[in-house]
């Protein structure tokens, strides 16, 4: 099976090992097709977008970003640090979230963050990078790891998501704890991101986008 378009280099690599170490997996890659997970593009406007969706609809998510991004001349941590609170507020955005994206934009404008380094560390120390930002959780990061540096070995046990998939295509329905979903990602690794992205895109007639 030929990968989709963009998608990251190891995607055939890890589809072939995945379909000979679980059954499910063996099952749903060559059904769902010709699909793979696409790279998001800028990390600060990634992390935005993620803060700007939380808790509330898709539709309304889109909303609320188109009202924000009009408001900077460009997505960028400076022009955020320049914006006022009402106008942010104006745009849909509650206080909090206001104060989470002004939050993300001094950890970015002020280099506490080793955007450039991160190709180099491992998921762990991103992680706590990020999670030290507020309004950024631990899902967010690995939501980040996964469709923004397409890191292949990371496993979303707070996506709620994943585990009604597992619970699902692994346990006829039956209510699936983390040490369950971590025994069944064993067969996995080290393709964790992969398969999560399998699972979701069973759930949902489109393609994955966080």
């Known amino acids: 099976m030929a990968p989709a378009a963009l998608a990251p280099d190891y995607w ?3 589809c072939k090992h995945l379909m000979k170490r679980d059954r499910v997996m063996k099952r749903l890659i060559p059904e769902l097709g010709d699909v793979a997970l696409s790279q998001r593009g800028d990390a600060f406007t990634t992390l935005a977008r993620s803060i700007v969706g ?6 309304s998510a889109q909303k609320v970003w188109d009202a924000f991004a009009a408001l900077p001349q460009a997505m960028t941590p400076a022009n ?5 609170v009402d106008d942010m507020r104006a745009a849909g955005l509650s206080a909090r979230k206001v104060d989470y994206l002004v939050d993300l934009a001094l950890h970015f404008d002020s280099g506490r963050l080793h955007v450039k380094d991160w190709g180099a560390m491992d998921d762990d120390a991103i992680t706590r990078e990020l999670v030290a930002i507020r309004g950024i959780s631990r899902w967010t990061a690995d939501m980040f790891l996964i469709f923004h540096l ?3 070995n990371v496993l979303p046990l707070d996506d709620a998501s994943l585990i009604s998939g597992i ?3 692994y346990f006829s329905g039956d209510p699936v704890s983390r040490s369950d979903a971590r025994e069944v990602a064993d067969a996995w690794k080290p393709w964790c991101s992969v398969a999560s992205w399998y699972i979701w895109r069973s759930l949902a007639p489109l393609p994955v986008d966080y």
Request: net charge positive.
């Open 12 to 14: 055939t690599e890890a």
């Open 54 to 59: 939380q808790q509330v609809s898709v539709a």
């Open 80 to 84: 955020v640090l320049k914006l006022k």
């Open 150 to 152: 397409a890191r292949p």
């Open 167 to 169: 619970s699902q295509h």
